[in-house]
Structures are given as C-alpha cells and as structure tokens.
C-alpha cells in the first residue's frame, strides 16, 4: 500500500488553488482551530465552505466541527471575519498561499515551520500564529513589516538564462524540477 503524501509541493498548491477560485467573492464567516490546524469557514449564496491549513494539508474539507475552538484565533477573527475574499495564489512559485481581502491578506506558509500571518494593506503584519525568528534577516512579529522567506531556488518564471543555468548544475532535469531549480 502506498504511503500517504506528508507534504503538499507546489503543483498541489497550484491545483488547489483553482479548485478554490469558485471561492473569490465569497465571504469568511467563521474562523476556527481544531488539534493542530487552521479552519476558516467561506460562505457564498447559501451554501458553507470549509478550507483548511496545517503543516502538511491545505484544501477543502467536509469533516469539520462546527463548533470548533477559538484559541489564538479570537483577533484574527476580528480582522477578517464579514471579509469578501478577492484572489487566491501562490507567492513567490512556493509553497505559500496568499488570500486577499479588501483590508489586507491571510498568508500560509506551508513550509516548516508552518505558519498563517495576516498582513494589512500597509504592508505590516496585524496577526500571526507564531512569532517566529528565521536567520538574520526574517522576523515574523506583529507591528513589523511582512517579508515572505528566502528563496534558495529559482522560479521556472524567472528569466530564461537564470533557469537554463539552474538546470545546467544538476545531472538530470527531473531532479532539478524536483528540487525546484
């Protein structure tokens, strides 16, 4: 029997990510926890969507307690819930989602450690579900200014000769596409 996938790549993201543009214009009513994830509950029309997002798993979900809890939670409940969602993507050809609001943007990293920040429209983080210290350059804390983590690849958008020179230093192109360049 197959083992099940422990992490999502950057393909997934991009398939899930169009399975849930039917959810742009929609609205986020409720925000959850349960064990170790992030549930936030869309409704557009009348019918109820669920997304979730952990450290391996971000998509749709049916199996949801409706009354799940609130812990770390309540103050992002305050910035989002009533929000209309306008775009979803991914940052940076990562695994990092972005969701945007009209008063700023939910970001899920789902790199280790996993994290959600939500950003304002000035740029600044309002909320963040860990504080987090990465380098000497990263800093995730609210009140400061939101930078996505380093890239230590390169993006098969960047420009042709950056691509091209990426492949050259791995012995097969399957394993470059594997590690992401």
């Not at 393909?11 to 169009?18: Q, S």
């Not at 849930?20 to 409704?43: E, Q």
């Not at 579900?129 to 990465?134: C, D, F, N």
């Amino acid at each position: 029997m197959p083992s099940q996938k422990r992490s999502l790549n950057v393909l997934d993201l991009l398939a899930i990510l169009t399975e849930l543009g039917d959810l742009r214009d929609s609205i986020i009513d409720k925000v959850y926890t349960m064990g170790g994830s992030l549930l936030l509950r869309f409704r557009k029309g009348s019918e109820k969507y669920f997304v979730i997002a952990n450290s391996h798993r971000f998509g749709l979900t049916s199996y949801v307690l409706e009354h799940g809890g609130a812990e770390g939670v309540t103050s992002l409940r305050k910035l989002i819930e009533g929000s209309r969602l306008r775009s979803l993507e991914l940052l940076n050809f990562d695994r990092i989602v972005k969701l945007s609001f009209d008063d700023g943007y939910l970001v899920i990293e789902l790199l280790e450690p996993w994290n959600v920040v939500y950003v304002g429209n000035d740029g600044k983080v309002k909320w963040v579900l860990r504080a987090y210290r990465g380098g000497k350059d990263r800093v995730v804390n609210v009140g400061l200014e939101y930078k996505p983590p380093p890239q230590n690849f390169v993006k098969p958008i960047d420009d042709r000769e950056s691509v091209i020179k990426a492949l050259w230093s791995y012995d097969t192109i399957g394993r470059a596409i594997a590690r992401g360049g």
